[in-house]
């Protein structure tokens, strides 16, 4: 079982930056592959950025690239997301998730493991 848990969320105004972090338990954080999503009000949950066990091969969605970041430190059990230009859009919960397997996926149903979420409010 693995249990994550992200912190970093937060208000801040349009064209600011958060980094988010998710700390994961458990032995087997290596090898999976790590994800996060994020959900606005009324709205289905969105793919953000996932990234391999390696750290090497990373998706993004269409809607970050250029401005968000995924990466991870494997002997800290640790993901981030960097954020940065930050827009009121880009409010929503965000989500950590792991995949037990050590490739990425953009698709949340392939993630086996979920965070709770943290709130980031982008101000215009």
């Known amino acids: 079982q693995v249990q994550l848990v992200e912190s970093g969320g937060g208000l801040v105004q349009a064209g600011g930056s958060l980094r988010l972090s998710c700390a994961a338990s458990?032995?087997?954080?290596?090898?999976?592959?790590m994800g996060w999503f994020r959900q606005a009000p009324g709205k289905e949950r969105d793919f953000v950025a996932s990234?391999?066990?390696?750290?090497?091969?990373?998706y993004n969605g269409d809607s970050v690239k250029g401005r968000f970041t995924i990466s991870r430190d494997n002997a800290k059990n640790t993901v981030y997301l960097q954020m940065n230009s930050l827009k009121p859009e880009d409010t929503a919960v965000y989500y950590c998730?792991?995949?037990?397997?050590?490739?990425?996926?953009?698709?949340?149903?392939?993630?086996?493991?979920w965070g709770q979420g943290t709130q980031v409010t982008v101000s215009s």
């Open positions: 998730a792991a995949r037990r397997t050590p490739y990425p996926s953009s698709k949340a149903n392939e993630y086996d493991y």
């Open positions: 458990g032995r087997s954080f290596g090898s999976y592959a």
């Open positions: 990234i391999n066990w390696a750290g090497v091969i990373i």
